[in-house]
């Protein structure tokens, strides 16, 4: 018999992610400890106004804590366009901090989306990520991710361009998130994910 590895939730939302999540931060570290879990990521939609109270509550349940972002990319923090799909917000990469510095870099990316980007959600764009990107690691999001929501309305090469411009700024740290959430769209993503690979 095969023994069962662990599994690690890296994309999760708080009641932070508001309209968006309803789970409680305390609750998550102990629903992780209860499963059995060694690690728990926290990745709230453009704020981390949950981390400190996840890192302790994941430190007082014996669970290690991911820190983490989920963040609204755009083109241009700066430009204020209105368009049919403002409110929903840009498209999002999850980033996750793997030392104090990665955290460091999450701090400075959610304050410049709030200080600089703003415009119905907290973005960042491109050159601010490229400043920011050491220590972290980048999952592509699930349907409102770059690269998904590239690929949908652009069609594959306009997602393998998104692939590759993401990788010449994280490396061997970008990777493509996987979500099985039944939804249509998320099956026709997945249905493709190997013409975009």
């Known amino acids: 018999m095969s023994e069962i590895k662990p599994f690690v939730h890296l994309h999760v939302h708080s009641e932070y992610s508001l309209l968006e999540a309803a789970c409680r931060v305390k609750g998550i570290a102990k629903k992780a ?4 879990m060694p690690a728990v990521a926290l990745t709230d ?25 989920d963040a609204y990319i755009c083109e241009n ?17 999850v980033l996750l901090a793997k030392s104090f510095k990665g955290y460091q870099n999450l701090c400075a990316l959610s304050s410049i989306g709030y200080q600089e980007g703003f415009y ?12 920011f990107a050491g220590d972290l690691i980048c999952l592509s999001g699930s349907l409102r991710g770059e690269v998904s929501d590239c690929f949908l309305k652009e069609g594959t090469e306009a997602a393998k361009a ?21 939804l249509p769209k998320a099956i026709e993503v997945g249905k493709d994910r190997k013409s975009v690979v």
């Open 162 to 182: 998104k692939i590759r411009q993401l990788k010449e700024i994280f490396g061997e740290d970008f990777y493509l998130e996987i979500n099985r959430m039944g």
């Open 33 to 36: 400890a209860g499963y059995g």
């Open 77 to 93: 923090r700066f430009e204020k366009k209105q368009d049919k799909e403002a409110s929903l917000g840009p498209r999002r990469l």
């Open 45 to 69: 939609n453009g704020n981390m106004f949950g981390a400190i109270e996840f890192y302790f509550a994941c430190k007082d349940n014996n669970v290690k804590p991911i820190i983490g972002l």
């Open 120 to 131: 119905w959600k907290p973005r960042i764009d491109y050159e601010t990520l490229r400043e």
